[in-house]
């Protein structure tokens, strides 16, 4: 079960920016409903590099981070992330019928909650921009089970728009490897959203209903 003792939020944040600022102040105001420990990691400023690249050492840093740290979870989540309102007890209804060796579940891809449509009214229901006739679920209908890679990478299920996921930090390591290495696989030039489809396992796993959050962008980008 993920609570205020045994879970943090790790994000990045763009200091003396506007958007970054309004972004910043929904994610403490929400997440402090939670009681819930955050960690406001300070974004890339390297003109060298280009945004996938930023994006790439945003994720790795956090991860990196959680794993000095002495939390068992840590939610990683763009700094756009709005969770839903009663996000700790939905997520853990889905945890508590995770396999036990559960790595990784991705809480509210755009493609699920709808993005691209943006109607508010369905937060936390399945609105999905593609049809997901035959994508296999848990029973409960909670969650996507068998997330096979080649599939979604096929049908552009790209795991962004916010990206946000929870990882048990006993697979953090088999996470992070597979995250650099697929990365580095791909010559470095892929977005984060597809990394993070592209390294999907068995013990990795994706929100159905309800989805936990949604992608607040506060008016604008922070690029």
Not at 16 to 37: A, G, T
Not at 191 to 207: A, G, R, S
Request: proline residues 4%.
């Amino acid at each position: 079960m993920l609570h205020d003792e045994n879970t943090i939020v790790i994000t990045t944040t763009i200091p003396n920016n506007e958007i970054s600022e309004k972004r910043r102040n929904n994610l403490v105001n929400n997440f402090s409903k939670f009681n819930m420990s955050i960690l406001l990691n300070n974004g890339i400023v390297n003109k060298n590099f280009q945004n996938n690249e930023i994006m790439f050492e945003i994720i790795k840093n956090a991860l990196n981070i959680f794993k000095k740290t002495i939390f068992n979870y840590a939610i990683i989540c763009d700094d756009d992330f709005n969770p839903i309102d009663n996000f700790v007890e939905e997520i853990n209804k889905t945890i508590d019928i995770l396999p036990d060796n559960w790595r990784c579940l991705h809480l509210c891809p755009g493609y699920l909650w709808g993005r691209q449509f943006r109607d508010y009214s369905k937060i936390g229901m399945l609105n999905p921009e593609y049809n997901m006739d035959g994508i296999p679920y848990h029973e409960s209908g909670r969650f996507y089970v068998n997330c096979d890679k080649n599939t979604y990478s096929k049908k552009k299920f790209w795991l962004g728009g916010p990206i946000s996921f929870v990882i048990n930090k006993k697979c953090v390591d088999s996470f992070l490897n597979d995250y650099i290495n697929n990365y580095n696989n791909t010559n470095k030039n892929i977005n984060n959203d597809v990394n993070l489809t592209q390294i999907l396992n068995e013990n990795d796993f994706i929100c159905r209903e309800p989805l936990l959050g949604f992608e607040n962008e506060q008016g604008g980008t922070t690029f």
